[in-house]
T-cell receptor, first 111, second 117 residues
Framework: DAKTTQPPSMDCAEGRAANLPCNHS???????VYWYRQIHSQGPQYIIHGLKNNETNEMASLIITEDRKSSTLILPHATLRDTAVYYC????????????FGSGTQLTVLP | DTGVSQDPRHKITKRGQNVTFRCDPI?????LYWYRQTLGQGPEFLTYFQNEAQLEKSRLLSDRFSAERPKGSFSTLEIQRTEQGDSAMYLC???????????????FGDGTRLSIL
């Protein structure tokens, strides 16, 4: 699975959009991008995933660049409860394999 | 809608003791994963089941560790002769997999935090 690079930390003002970047320049054509987050003392929570088209669900939007070498997770109106470590993970389509977590981005939403 | 359930949430034990953790996956999920997470790090894969078959084990899973999923439903993870380095959060995840079900996300429980005295 391709390696991902994320900034170690970011701040965002409450009510504003949080844009979390992820670089996956070695991604292959059959690899999906997954986003998870982990709030302190809880297990990772699935947010969203996509292959090449932009995706949106009730939690977030995922924007994948046309060359697929990077993506951005967007939380449209961040709240204090969105403070968490956000992980960007790349995984081969159809794979039953485990997720490989990096260090993630610590997002702190400020009041 | 019940998620992945893990028991106990916390376990404190003395070095050298055996411990066992339980994971109840989401009911229709046929795949089950165990991960370990130490402070400040992301989760690391330990082992994976499809139904009752253990299909993959990480090199992190020493011979003191054993996992089972006897009926393809709940799973147990046992650590024998615990050591200080076993102190960590042990996470379980489950997903639905198979033909036509590719790319289903894994859903995690809130883990069992193990502390070795």
């Amino acid at each position: 699975d391709a390696k991902t690079t994320q900034p170690p930390s970011m701040d965002c003002a409450e009510g504003r959009a949080a844009n979390l970047p992820c670089n996956h320049s070695t991604i292959s054509g059959n690899e999906y991008v997954y986003w998870y987050r982990q709030i302190h003392s809880q297990g990772p929570q699935y947010i969203i995933h996509g292959l090449k088209n932009n995706e949106t669900n009730e939690m977030a939007s995922l924007i994948i660049t046309e060359d697929r070498k990077s993506s951005t997770l967007i939380l449209p109106h961040a709240t204090l409860r969105d403070t968490a470590v956000y992980y960007c993970i790349v995984r081969v389509s159809g794979s039953a394999r485990q997720l490989t977590f990096g260090s993630g981005t610590q997002l702190t939403v400020l009041p | 809608d019940t998620g992945v359930s893990q028991d106990p949430r916390h376990k404190i034990t003395k070095r050298g003791q055996n411990v066992t953790f339980r994971c109840d996956p989401i009911s229709e999920h046929n795949r089950l994963y165990w991960y370990r997470q130490t402070l400040g790090q992301g989760p690391e894969f330990l082992t994976y089941f499809q139904n009752e078959a253990q299909l993959e084990k990480s090199r992190l899973l020493s011979d003191r560790f054993s996992a089972e999923r006897p009926k393809g439903s709940f799973s147990t993870l046992e650590i024998q002769r615990t050591e200080q380095g076993d102190s960590a959060m042990y996470l379980c995840a489950s997903s639905l997999g198979g033909s036509g079900l590719s790319n289903q996300p894994q859903h995690f429980g809130d883990g069992t935090r193990l502390s070795i005295l």
